[in-house]
């Protein structure tokens, strides 16, 4: 019997949940605090960043169990950016439902999402009876690097939007991201699950390398989603980046490449990214997208990164024997371009 | 000749503060984050919080040095609170200037006190050099029950406001007081500048009863200085409290003894709180408290709560000899009433 993919995301997800069970539950208050946090954390993700950690772990020959605390952590985490995040980007949905600030209003997600920052610290602490504490002090460190790039990344981000930064390259986008999803989507994740699996024996700048591209790819494929999902079966809103007037590949690509009557129409549309309402001037985007090839650029530039995340597999994970957890490692490189939500 | 208690605050804050500049400076990106943390961080506050942590740290024994690392980060992490807690306030002033979201914007300002969440504890880190790793991990453990007791306490008082919640008693009060300002503002700084003075020796039981106490009588006078002050000597927003319909002992007392045509107004604007432009009623509620002694009774109340302290200081640092930093901690008491800024 073979595990597929999505069976065994499914394993490490659900083995993460529990473990993050306990750090939002029966406590005081609830209301206003850890019900809206509980009831935000059990909205399913994909479960990424937990599997990425406990693969990791297993494939450097550590066991789920070691390294749960640590997955559970990244999830924690995760949605603490997330909340902090739809705040900061005016965004809506979430996870197919509201987001968290609009269903409680800014200061009770604001403070929920700080809440989320600082608790996501409690299982590492609570760790060091089952790694110890040389261990769980290289694991912290690993968090505090990652917490601190990801806020400078977010920083750079939302500096572009507050400067109308247009003059934008690939690479650009890329070292934002690099500081802004990798770190902690793939990079902690790996990074982390390789120091306790192999014992602190791991080769962590190549692992670290992995996750660029892993991660790059990913968020490049994030992208392109929100342009051609399906609404009915996105849960985001569709065409949330266009509507912020995020820099992303295409975005920068479509800058580039149209002609002058369109690229002064997507520049005027990107300096009022905060007028909402002209649902129509959205769609002329999403179709100069098309029509200049920006999303087949896109396309074409993750499957590229993906290539280079093969090789860096090859580089990262050389000393590992054969497992499950190694194969499930190494599929996920495709899935990150061929995933569909 | 001898040190005043405003010259000796004034050294230790000074220390704090040339410790803490070391972790916002020279980074990038400077715009958009480490350069408006860096002259936020700049504004002067009163330095209370690294002045007890210092100043505990030499009563049990140790020195400045020791504990610097720590002051520094519980200021970082006191700038992190006032910049999320300006957004969730809505506040406008802050330190004499104009509040972190009024300059930059809710999503650089947002992130900007992530980015300080975070900081606060690379000093810790850091100072494993310092205080090894034992009396560092012991740190980092009530820096952690600290920044959960902290947001809990202010998940509850954003819960009063969205609630419109008017049923409460001064109890109530002193619980939201103790996890929202106590942990962090007073017991935070007395227990880990005790725990490294002492090197794990101190009686950090009696210390938090003392941190308790005084917490509870600045919070008071804090709260009396929103009503009492003169706008051209105060740093933030005259009556912005009362505007804010927060739950002060003042207001609770207006509630309760208010005439029914006050107290049903008092309602009223408590519950319209969130309708800012209506200047000749907010000027109403301060009249009110005046007219019924609410002002009266949480002065006496700050000053009961003093004479507890006192009592508890002597239990707290009873075993300590006789020394200038030993003086100057119990003189904070009677300065914590008297303040007038």
Not at 101 to 111: M, T
């Amino acid at each position: 019997m073979t595990v597929t993919l999505d069976e065994r995301l499914d394993a490490y997800r659900t083995a993460a949940a529990a473990e993050m069970a306990r750090y939002v539950a029966g406590l005081e208050p609830r209301r206003h605090l850890y019900e809206p946090l509980r009831a935000f954390t059990l909205r399913e993700g994909k479960g990424l960043r937990p599997a990425l950690c406990l693969a990791t772990c297993e494939a450097f020959g550590g066991t789920v169990e070691d390294a749960v605390h640590v997955a559970a952590a990244i999830e924690l985490l995760h949605a603490a950016f997330l909340i902090h995040d739809d705040i900061e980007d005016g965004s809506e949905k979430r996870r197919g439902r509201s987001a968290m600030h609009v269903e409680y209003g800014v200061p009770i997600a604001l403070n929920a999402g700080d809440a989320l920052a600082t608790l996501c610290l409690r299982p590492l602490l609570d760790g060091v009876d089952r790694i110890g504490s040389r261990m769980t002090r290289a694991v912290v460190a690993e968090f505090q690097c990652t917490m601190e790039r990801t806020v400078e990344g977010q920083a750079v981000e939302l500096g572009w939007r507050v400067d109308d930064t247009l003059d934008l390259s690939p690479i650009d986008y890329l070292d934002m991201v690099l500081r802004k999803t990798c770190a902690y989507t793939t990079i902690l994740p790996l990074r982390t699950g390789a120091l306790i699996g192999s014992w602190g024996g791991a080769d962590l700048g190549a692992i670290a390398r992995f996750g660029f591209a892993l991660g790059a790819a990913f968020q490049i494929q994030d992208d392109v989603l929100d342009v051609v999902s399906d609404q009915a079966l996105y849960a985001k809103d569709l065409y949330g980046d266009v509507r912020e007037g995020k820099r992303t590949l295409m975005l920068i690509h479509l800058l580039e490449y149209a002609a002058p009557a369109d690229r002064a129409f997507v520049e005027e549309f990107v300096a009022s990214s905060r007028r909402r309402d002209e649902e129509h001037q959205v769609q002329r985007v999403v179709a100069l997208m098309r029509e200049y090839g920006s999303i087949d650029f896109a396309t074409d530039y993750a499957a590229r990164i993906a290539d280079t995340a093969r090789v860096a597999f090859d580089d990262a994970f050389g000393g590992c024997a054969d497992s499950p957890a190694l194969s499930f490692l190494r599929a996920l490189v495709p899935f990150m371009i061929r995933r569909r939500s």
